[in-house]
């Protein structure tokens, strides 16, 4: 079931003390046959070059709980101007930085309160709970708006892989400091992007390790 509400401030809100990181794997273009295609064209071609079997694609999304307060956080595309409705906290380019300049080429970044994600229902062995630390889920909630937002399906960042809305979730998992190592997708299933997120959340906690022992 899909549930919808309004997007509102940060806020731990009043309830017990509970607390829950749930991760979502949506097939990729679940709900639209025009993404489902490109992404299966995608897919076929990404395999020929590698000489491997095609694969499903998925796409990733993450709820959190924090006492009464429940938040959906999703990279989708940019809807309307009405982004503080849906808890938009950062938007980035699709395809080109100069693109971006046009909404149609320009995605968004949701941590939206009592919000939805979209076509739920075809949720493949999903949720699947990362953990119940409220302060993980706090920390999760917090680094949001400081995700990184280089252009869409590129790989900016020089990791090997594209950055897409796996890149975002699994860069928050694992700034977190939730543990990443068993997550998969389901079945033969990949997600592309997904190591990207991994990968540029390494190199800023290595940063910041060396920053802190570095004599000034």
């Not at 003390?17 to 071609?45: I, Q, S, W």
């Not at 000489?51 to 009464?68: I, T």
């Not at 395809?95 to 076509?119: L, M, N, T, V």
């Not at 949720?123 to 920390?139: F, G, H, K, N, Y």
């Amino acid at each position: 079931m899909t549930t919808c509400g309004s997007g509102g401030p940060l806020s731990a809100g009043a309830g017990p003390a509970k607390a829950a990181v749930d991760l979502y794997r949506l097939p990729l273009g679940a709900g639209g046959h025009f993404v489902r295609f490109n992404g299966r064209v995608f897919e076929a071609a990404a395999a020929r070059a590698e000489r491997r079997a095609a694969c499903d694609l998925y796409h990733s999304a993450l709820e959190v709980c924090v006492a009464a307060a429940r938040f959906v956080i999703e990279m989708t595309p940019v809807g309307d101007a009405r982004g503080d409705q849906r808890g938009v906290v950062a938007e980035g380019p699709v395809g080109s930085r100069w693109a971006g300049r046009f909404r149609i080429f320009r995605y968004e970044i949701r941590r939206w309160r009592d919000g939805c994600i979209p076509d739920v229902d075809e949720a493949v062995e999903s949720p699947q709970r990362l953990t119940d630390e409220r302060a993980r889920a706090r920390r999760m909630l917090e680094l949001v708006p400081h995700v990184p937002t280089p252009v869409w399906g590129r790989d900016d960042l020089k990791t090997g892989d594209m950055w897409n809305s796996n890149s975002v979730t699994a860069w928050l998992i694992a700034r977190s400091g939730i543990d990443t190592k068993s997550m998969q997708p389901p079945g033969a299933g990949r997600a592309p992007g997904w190591q990207a997120g991994l990968m540029v959340a390494r190199r800023q906690e290595t940063e910041m390790s060396l920053a802190r022992v570095t004599p000034r």
